[in-house]
Structures are given as C-alpha cells and as structure tokens.
C-alpha cells in the first residue's frame, strides 16, 4: 500500500522568505505526484504535478517540486513567500494503473508573517 | 466553464440518520471522485464513479455508497451516521478518459454529526 508522510504539520515563513514543504512517498514504484493547496472553507487546487521526464515542475504561484527518486522525495519550494501563500498543502501520489485515486498527505499548514 | 457544484454546502445530522450529498462535475466530464476530510484522518478516498460505474473503491465500510447518473451527477449516502462521520466531503471532476488527469475538486459539503 502507498502512504504519503508530509513532514511538518505547521509551517512559519516571513514574508519574502524561503517556503519549503517536504513530502516522502512510500511506493514499490514510483507513482505520480501531486501538490495541492487548500484555502479556507474551499476545495483543493493543483499546484503541480510529475508524471515522467522532467524532475523539476513548475506548477501555478511560483511553486515548483523536484522528484527524487532514491529519496523518495517530492518536496515544494517557492523563492519568496507571499501572503497569500498562507493556506494548507498536501502532498498526494496516485498509482499508474489506478488513475484517479489519490493518497493524501497529513497536510502543513502554513503561516506568512509580515 | 462552471466549476464542480456541490450541495448542500452545510449540513446538520443527528446520529442514525442518513444523508446524502450531491455532486455536479464540470460539463462533459464522465469521472467523479468522493473524498472524506477529517481533522484525525485528513482526506480519504472513498469510491470513484465513471459512465455510471464504480470504479475505484477505498477501505469505508458498507454505510457509505455512490451512484452516478447519465448526466455524470453523482450522490453519496451514508447511512446510519455516527459521530465519527462528521466530516467535509470533498468531490473531484475529471474526463476520465484515461491516463492522468487534473482532478477538479468542488468546495464540499460539511456535515457535522450530532
């Protein structure tokens, strides 16, 4: 089975700092990835996402993710925090063969200060 | 593109009831995916819907069902709620014409259990 460990429930960045969220997979074969962002009292929405190729994405906001396999690792990054980066990330694998089933993260919340 | 409607928004059980919630997919999509949101065990995939079908099962026990209609809306009902199913649910739209997709998430339906 696939379990997804986000370490970190709650983050604080400053303003214009480094954000950076880590997520580690547990998977017999590398699934696809995923990073979404949940705001208060709504849904999720896509960050970004790794398939194949390319192991650095770039997804909406500024965010990008590196997939490293021999770490099982596909930890979110953004240069410089904004306020409104303030919400919950999760980070969420899907196997090949079983399309649209997710496996979530416990999610990190995190806190912008000015 | 209208979005992923959900309703109702809020809701307010007691226990033994039973409730069911609804989800409309953005148009022409075919797949539909139910998530639960609690605090305790963060988001669980419950049952996926394609033309009609169920697709994709996760581990809820037979209290939590799914259908899917010709025009891709689907319902949840959960019978006999406990306590423990307060929760938000969450739904996600895509094609589900095959391979991976963006799964759209609706804002969800909170259900508190009393």
């Known amino acids: 089975a696939q379990s997804v460990t986000q370490l970190g429930s709650h983050v604080s960045v400053s303003e214009g700092a480094l954000v950076l969220l880590r997520c580690n997979y547990s998977?017999?074969?590398?699934?696809?990835l995923f990073w979404y962002v949940q705001y208060p009292n709504q849904g999720l929405q896509l960050l970004l996402k790794?398939?194949?190729?390319?192991?650095l994405v770039k997804g909406i906001n500024g965010f990008e993710a590196e997939f490293k396999k021999s770490e099982t690792s596909f930890h979110l990054t953004k240069p410089s925090a904004h306020m409104s980066d303030a919400a919950e990330y999760f980070c969420?694998?899907?196997?090949?063969?079983?399309?649209?089933?997710?496996?979530f993260g416990g999610g990190t919340r995190v806190l912008v200060k000015p | 593109k209208a979005g992923v409607t959900q309703t109702p928004r809020y809701l307010i059980k007691t226990r033994g009831q039973q409730v069911t919630l609804s989800c409309s997919p953005i148009?022409?999509?075919?797949?539909v995916s139910w998530y639960q949101q609690t605090p305790g065990q963060g988001l669980q995939f419950l049952f996926e819907?394609?033309?009609?079908?169920?697709?994709n099962k996760g581990n809820f026990p037979g209290r939590f069902s799914g259908r899917q209609f010709s025009n891709s809306r689907s319902e949840m009902n959960v019978s006999t709620l406990e306590l423990g199913d307060s929760a938000l649910y969450l739904c996600?739209?895509?094609?589900?014409?095959?391979?991976?997709?963006?799964?759209?998430f609706g804002p969800g339906t909170r259900l508190l259990v009393l």
């Open positions: 969420a694998v899907s196997p090949k063969a079983a399309g649209n089933k997710l496996t």
């Open positions: 819907y394609f033309s009609e079908t169920q697709r």
């Open positions: 998977s017999s074969v590398p699934p696809y």
């Open positions: 148009s022409g999509h075919r797949s």
């Open positions: 996600a739209s895509n094609s589900g014409t095959g391979g991976l997709e963006t799964q759209y």
């Open positions: 790794y398939t194949t190729g390319a192991t």
